[in-house]
């Protein structure tokens, strides 16, 4: 594993970017910081991390003709892989909450934020950023949240922590992202509140009651709504 280590930078999923753009990579190069000065979150939001608590980190995953429309596929491999190297830790009652926050109860553990680099219809690379929290034990205003050594009682080493997971990202990436089923049985499986009542709030700001069931092939979140119809929902939507 090519790994470039970072006192600080804005966002490692910015530098990798830039890196990429402006040279050739080798796959699977991890870019991890001690401090994110400006870490991303998914739609826009941003991700706060206590330095060299945690592990902040980017991947890059060269694609092997992965169209758009199969995107999700993504998705459930990472999260999956990074499932499968908490499951080994014994990290209790994990979940993956859609599309790919990893819960540990009703307690947010690592979110993922990939940024794919298209050629037409094509995915040629993706930058895998991955936030696990690790060894921080204060979360300031920040409500559901939690970290492995809150969950386990002990300091993780950060670096093996990496390469388990890095590892686990091959394979998801390169063998089993081959295997749609399997991916969509195992992630549907393993849904935060699958098949639970609960509550979700539009784009318009209303709350409304439902069930969820599953996910669309194109990674739609499927909630039975109390008329019995089930309906699709992507990120923006609820
Ligand atoms: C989320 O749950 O909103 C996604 C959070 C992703 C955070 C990681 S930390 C490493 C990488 N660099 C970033 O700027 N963001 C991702």
Redesign the pocket.
């Known amino acids: 594993m090519q790994l470039i280590k970072l006192n600080a930078t804005d966002?490692?999923?910015?530098y990798l970017k830039e890196l990429l753009l402006t040279g050739s990579l080798e796959d699977f190069t991890v870019v991890m910081a001690h401090e994110?000065l400006k870490?991303?979150?998914?739609m826009g939001?941003s991700?706060i991390?206590d330095p060299g608590k945690n592990l902040?980190?980017?991947v890059l995953s060269k694609s092997e003709g992965l169209g758009v429309a199969s995107q999700f596929l993504l998705n459930m491999a990472v999260s999956l892989a990074i499932y499968d190297t908490l499951l080994k830790l014994q990290v209790p009652d994990l979940k993956i909450k859609w599309p790919n926050?990893i819960m540990s109860g009703h307690s947010k553990i690592c979110?993922?934020?990939i940024e794919n680099i298209l050629s037409g219809q094509q995915i040629q690379a993706s930058i895998i950023?991955?936030?696990l929290n690790v060894n921080q034990l204060v979360f300031s205003n920040l409500p559901n949240v939690s970290s492995l050594k809150l969950l386990l009682g002990r300091t993780l080493p950060l670096e093996e922590l990496l390469q388990n997971i890095v590892d686990n990202l091959k394979v998801f990436l390169k063998e089993k992202i081959n295997d749609e089923n399997y991916l969509f049985s195992r992630y549907e499986e393993l849904l935060f509140r699958k098949d639970k009542p609960s509550t979700f709030k539009n784009k318009e700001g209303e709350m409304f009651m439902g069930f969820i069931k599953g996910v669309s092939r194109g990674g739609k979140l499927l909630i039975l709504l109390e008329d019995d119809i089930v309906q699709e929902f992507d990120l923006k939507e609820v």
């Open positions: 966002s490692t999923n910015a994110q870490g991303r979150g998914q939001t991700w991390s902040t980190f980017s926050d979110g993922i934020l950023g991955i936030g």
